[in-house]
C-alpha cells in the first residue's frame, strides 16, 4: 500500500498500512507502520469468536485511535458495514476492507 497520513492523537503520522492475521481466530489485523518498519498504531480489534466474512475486521475508533475510522474510509481503505459490536466500555465498528493491496 503507498504512504497514508492519518491523524493520531492531535498529531499527524505518515506510513502505511499493513494487514496480516491475528493468530488468535486469523482475523485480519490492520497494524499502520511507518517506513522502517516501526509500529505506530494498531488499527483494528480482535473479536475471538465473532465470525467474520472473509476482509472484515473491527476496528479500534477510541481512545488513541480516535477518529480513525472516518479517516480509513475517506482515505478509501475500509468500508463501514454501520455494524458494531459492544466489547467491554466501548463499541467497535465492523468494516470491510477494500483497498486492494490489503485484503486477504
Do not use: W
Not at 490492520?30 to 509500529?39: A, N, P, T, V, W
Not at 479500534?60 to 459490536?85: A, I, M, P, W, Y
Amino acid at each position: 500500500m503507498k504512504p497514508i497520513t492519518l491523524n493520531l492523537c492531535g498529531a499527524s503520522y505518515t506510513g502505511v498500512i499493513r494487514s496480516v492475521p491475528y493468530i488468535s481466530g486469523g482475523a485480519p489485523a490492520l497494524l499502520f507502520e511507518s517506513k522502517s518498519g516501526r509500529r505506530i498504531a494498531t488499527l483494528s480489534v480482535n473479536m475471538v469468536g465473532e465470525p467474520l466474512m472473509p476482509n472484515h475486521t473491527f476496528i479500534k475508533d477510541h481512545s488513541e485511535n480516535e477518529g480513525v475510522l472516518g479517516q480509513l474510509v475517506n482515505l478509501g481503505v475500509v468500508r463501514d458495514t454501520g455494524t458494531r459490536k459492544p466489547t467491554g466500555f466501548v463499541t467497535v465498528p465492523l468494516v470491510e476492507i477494500i483497498e486492494p493491496s490489503l485484503r486477504q
